[in-house]
Every structure is written in structure tokens, then in C-alpha cells.
């Protein structure tokens, strides 16, 4: 059941962003980019490449191939659940649910682009095309963005063992 939904996701979404040239998930990134405090900023950038991922997929005819569907929709409910969180922390204003939105943010960053990157280079796609996805995606920026991800755990860790 949940590969059948996995499967439905990504080509429901893929299909829904190639036909809003890539605003479906432009507006998502556009609602938490300015959230950096609940680390809106990372899911705005993850959210920006899978985009221009789904639409280079469905380009690509990716979209017949069930393992790169799957990979593709474990990426955008990953993003989409990061961009509610941090909706839902910002507007909360405390200190835990900004810290575990920083830490779901920092593994989708990473996590979805990397993952991705992967997909795409299993595929055997040409240089050019990746390189420029890997441009996109940035890793290094990603990598970096793990910085104060030990602070943010250890306040989590705190609240949980202290209720």
C-alpha cells in the first residue's frame, strides 16, 4: 500500500509541476525562504531543486521508471512535511519545534538533493546535465548547513529527558 502511494505522489506531483512550470513547488519554497530561524531557507532551496528535478525527470522519461517515481516522491513528501514544520514553527515562536524544524530542514537539504543527485547519476544521464544539477543542487551549501545540528539535538534531547 505505501509503494502504491509512494508511486501516485510522484507522478502526481511531477505531473502537477511540469504543468505550473515548476511553481507548484516555487511557491512552497517562496512561503518558508524569509524562515531562516526555523531553517526555512534550507527547505526553500531543497524545494527549488526537486522542481527542476521532477520537470529534467518527466523530460527525461524518468517518470516510466518506477524506482526513479519512487525516489522522486520519497524526496517531495519529505520536502513538503519539512515546509509545514516549518510553517507550524515559526508561528509557534518556541524554542523545541524551531530546533527539531532546523533538524528535519538540514536532513532534507541534504538528504533530497543527494538523493536525487544519486537517481539521476544511476540513470546514466550526460555530464552536462549533471553537472548542472549538481550546481543546482549544491551540496557543499548543504553540507555546511549541518553546522549547529549537535546544539539543536542536544536542546531536543533536553526537553525530551526533562518532561
Known sequence: TSE????????????????S???????????????EHVGGHMVAHAARFISDCATFAFRK?????????????W???E?????????????????LLAAQSRLW????????TGRVLS?????GLDDESMAQLAATADQAKTL????????????VQGAITSA
Open 61 to 73: 522519461k524518468l517518470s516510466r521508471q518506477q524506482h526513479a517515481v519512487m525516489e522522486l516522491a
Open 105 to 112: 530542514a538540514r536532513h532534507v537539504a541534504f538528504e533530497s
Open 4 to 19: 502504491i502511494q509512494q508511486n501516485i505522489i510522484g507522478v502526481f506531483r511531477m505531473r502537477q509541476t511540469v504543468k
Open 79 to 95: 520536502i513538503e512535511t519539512a515546509v509545514t514544520l516549518c510553517k507550524k514553527a515559526a508561528a509557534e515562536k518556541g524554542d
Open 144 to 155: 555546511a548547513w549541518q553546522r549547529g545540528a549537535l546544539e539543536d539535538m542536544n536542546l
Open 75 to 77: 524526496a517531495m513528501a
Open 119 to 123: 537517481l539521476f547519476t544511476g540513470a
Open 21 to 35: 512550470k515548476g511553481r507548484f513547488y516555487g511557491a512552497l519554497a517562496d512561503e518558508v525562504a524569509s524562515l
